[in-house]
């Protein structure tokens, strides 16, 4: 079972500013099948990247993704307000089940 | 738009049942798999289960397998999740989540609002 490790758990940083946030897989992960999403309180989950680097439909080119094999990052550059959330990364595993990181929340 | 509208939580004793449903529009139901991943208070996500489109394809999480249930009726538009012999470690908030190849890419990228359920007594 692949394991992914999100980093930092929080990071605080003020608008303007550009978070790096880390996800770890414990073996190798495709990465037409690693995703990124943003979370907010009492909000659905919004698909940000998927295939580690492609932006979905009506997310700003500020969000960006990269890696492969077992380490991938999102980069938020000029955070604004609302980018302040919780970001998960996410695998889909071979036999469908979805694998998720712990989470690493942006806040102010 | 696409909506996924998930319903039916609440309150339950532990060792009772409960079922979920999710009600979607504004897409092809009936050609996407479809999940459950549900949040417990203060944690992260966990997957629950899929069904896939044929609506016999299902696969479980190891913590769920043998007491919870996914069905879907496309001819309804909704996906369900029985749900029995529940113990305290399942309350959580529950989510509909739609599954979709995009080219070569496998994600999921529409969610629900998600249902809560507390298991207690």
């Known amino acids: 079972e692949i394991v992914l490790t999100q980093s930092p758990g929080t990071l605080s940083l003020s608008p303007g500013e550009t978070a790096t946030l880390s996800c770890r897989a414990s073996q190798r992960v495709s990465s037409r099948y690693l995703t990124w999403y943003q979370h907010k309180p009492g909000q659905a989950p919004r698909l940000v990247i998927y295939g580690a680097s492609i932006r979905a439909t009506g997310i700003p080119d500020r969000f960006s993704g990269r890696g492969s094999g077992t380490d991938f990052t999102l980069t938020i550059s000029r955070l604004e307000p609302e980018d302040f959330a919780v970001y998960y990364c996410q695998q889909y595993d071979w036999s469908a089940a979805l694998t998720f990181g712990g989470g690493t929340k942006v806040e102010i | 738009q696409m909506q996924l509208v998930e319903s039916g939580g609440g309150v339950v004793q532990p060792g009772r049942s409960l079922r979920l449903s999710c009600a979607a529009s504004?897409?092809?139901?009936?050609?996407?798999?479809m999940h459950w991943v549900r949040q417990a208070p203060g944690k992260g996500l966990e997957w629950v289960a899929v069904?896939?489109?044929?609506?016999?394809?299902?696969y479980y999480a190891d913590s769920v397998k043998g007491r919870f249930t996914i069905s879907r009726d496309n001819s309804k538009n909704t996906l369900y999740l029985q749900m029995d012999s529940l113990r305290a470690e399942d309350t959580a908030v529950y989510y509909c989540?739609?599954?979709?190849?995009?080219?070569?890419?496998?994600?999921?990228?529409?969610w629900g609002q998600g249902t809560l359920v507390t298991v207690s007594s």
């Open positions: 989540v739609k599954d979709v190849w995009i080219d070569e890419y496998k994600l999921t990228d529409f």
């Open positions: 504004g897409f092809s139901f009936s050609t996407y798999g």
């Open positions: 069904v896939w489109s044929d609506e016999i394809s299902k």
